[in-house]
């Protein structure tokens, strides 16, 4: 699975931005997804998750009843739609996808994914 995310800019603090993470259309393979985000100097922090059928989702505490996770399965992408976004928000953001896991798990941790994108920075200015 090839995954390209795309969607990230700069935006002011309370506004709302939806990134995107698209997988290859050659895959066929059924795969749970989430995004992680890094600023500079820190680590990898988990985002959010889904799972291959949609019904299962997860989120990190510094994001929960802003963030929404999704998926259209008829266009392989997952989606990100970021509101009420604050300052402690920037980073770049990276989707990532397992194909490890039954159709109902959403994995939390870096290591349960076996495919990563490239990123996209999201800025939130203050």
């Known amino acids: 699975v090839q995954l390209q995310a795309s969607g990230g800019g700069l935006v002011q603090t309370g506004g709302s931005l939806r990134i995107s993470c698209a997988a290859s259309r050659r895959t066929s393979s059924r795969y749970a997804a989430g995004w992680f985000r890094q600023a500079p100097g820190k680590e990898r922090d988990f985002v959010a998750a889904i799972s291959w059928s949609g019904t299962t989702t997860f989120y990190g505490d510094a994001v929960i009843g802003r963030f929404t996770i999704s998926r259209d399965h008829a266009e392989n992408t997952v989606y990100l739609q970021m509101n009420s976004l604050k300052p402690e928000d920037s980073a770049v953001y990276y989707c990532?996808?397992?194909?490890?896991?039954?159709?109902?798990?959403?994995?939390?941790?870096?290591?349960?994914?076996?495919?990563w994108g490239q990123g996209t920075l999201v800025t939130v200015s203050s």
């Open positions: 990532a996808a397992s194909d490890r896991f039954g159709n109902y798990y959403a994995p939390t941790k870096p290591y349960e994914y076996n495919y």
